[in-house]
Nanobody
């Protein structure tokens, strides 16, 4: 089974920036659209953004458009989430995931597998 491991989370001030990394292994990383999701305490997991297998196309949730940027390096089996202008509302556990090959166009968590363990991002004021 494939594996994903996130890193780079931490504590940042509101208005600051942070970059998360997602390392993939055990599957053909370059063949999958990849996604970032987040989950705050007491809330459901929500879509953050996705990037196509080649990195040519990205889509983002309205709440993060203009502030977050997803990129990938298929030669290194890595995906990244650059977060700028962070808000307190961005505080959550951030997870990366690979989209199923049969779930074209989906941003639903249930259409993604495998998942990473998540990394905590905390934004203070």
């Amino acid at each position: 089974q494939g594996q994903l491991v996130e890193s780079g989370g931490g504590l940042v001030q509101a208005g600051g920036s942070l970059t998360l990394s997602c390392a993939a292994s055990g599957f053909i990383f370059s063949g999958h659209t990849m996604g970032w999701f987040r989950q705050a305490p007491g809330k459901e997991r929500e879509f953050v953004g996705i990037i196509s297998y080649s990195g040519a196309d990205t889509n983002y949730a309205d709440s993060v458009k203009g502030r977050f940027t997803i990129s990938r390096d298929n030669a290194k089996n890595m995906m990244y989430l650059q977060m700028n202008s962070l808000k307190h509302e961005d505080t959550a556990i951030y997870s990366c995931a690979a989209r199923s090959l049969r779930a074209y166009g989906s941003t639903r968590p249930e259409d993604f597998d495998p998942w990473g363990q998540g990394t905590q991002v905390t934004v203070s004021s």
